[in-house]
């Protein structure tokens, strides 16, 4: 598997993000991700033995640790663009968010599992002045001396907490790269055929996973 994407994959799903109980938040951006990122790799040490034989096992990981502090919803409509998520149902604008979510999880779950104790640095935070986003600019060491791949995390506030919305590596960002294959199979066959595109990939993942 390709370095820069085994990386990105690894750290887009250790950003946690916490939330404060009144209506502030009490860690920067920077804060958090160095706290977290850090809290969720020494899981993945401290667990490895058990993962190694139950790799299925992933899914609880991130489902504890990353679901609930991603801002899907907000994801899920920029991914669609506006136009097809205006003239998307509800009820295939749920379908979808469940199944952007899932497709994430299980594409990354693998990966995740393949963590090699990479040097994360963390370089400049930089504020949007004409919005509430923050982008925390990280850089990971590849082994053998191999240089710095560059992972920006693009976070906003939402509901009094941090969220990640955004994760650009190496200058491309998930969102965009989604958005433009998305965007072509919803041209060519409909938003029902990208669901159950994603749906179908789902289901070929998670096998995937349980068969390793």
């Known amino acids: 598997m390709n370095f820069k994407v085994v990386v990105s994959e690894i750290l887009l799903l250790s950003?946690?993000?916490f939330a404060t109980v009144v209506n502030a938040v009490t860690?920067?951006?920077?804060?958090?991700?160095?706290?977290?990122v850090g809290g969720v790799l020494e899981r993945l040490d401290i667990e490895k033995e058990q993962l190694d034989a139950h790799p299925e096992r992933i899914y609880?990981?991130?489902?504890?640790?990353?679901?609930?502090?991603?801002?899907?919803?907000?994801?899920?409509?920029?991914?669609l663009g506006k136009s097809n998520w205006r003239s998307a149902s509800e009820e295939?604008?749920?379908?979808?968010?469940?199944?952007?979510?899932?497709?994430?999880?299980?594409?990354?779950?693998k990966a995740l599992l393949e963590y090699s104790q990479e040097e994360v640095q963390y370089k400049e935070v930089t504020k949007n002045s004409k919005s509430n986003l923050v982008t925390v600019k990280t850089e990971v060491q590849q082994p053998g001396g191999g240089g710095g791949v560059p992972i920006n995390?693009?976070?906003?506030?939402?509901?009094?907490?941090w969220k990640v919305v955004d994760v650009a590596?190496?200058?491309?960002?998930?969102v965009r790269s989604y958005r433009g294959s998305f965007a072509s199979e919803i041209n060519e066959n409909g938003l029902q055929s990208l669901i159950s595109k994603l749906t179908e990939k789902n289901n070929r993942l998670a096998s995937a996973l349980a068969d390793d």
């Not at 749920?94 to 990354?108: I, K, M, N, S």
């Not at 590596?169 to 998930?174: C, E, N, T």
């Open 92 to 109: 295939q604008r749920a379908v979808f968010v469940e199944q952007f979510r899932t497709l994430l999880v299980r594409t990354y779950a």
């Open 153 to 161: 995390y693009r976070m906003h506030i939402s509901g009094g907490e």
């Open 27 to 36: 860690l920067d951006p920077e804060q958090v991700v160095r706290s977290t």
């Open 60 to 79: 609880e990981l991130i489902q504890e640790l990353v679901i609930p502090h991603f801002d899907f919803p907000s994801m899920s409509k920029w991914v």
């Open 169 to 174: 590596v190496d200058g491309i960002s998930l």
């Open 15 to 17: 950003v946690v993000l």
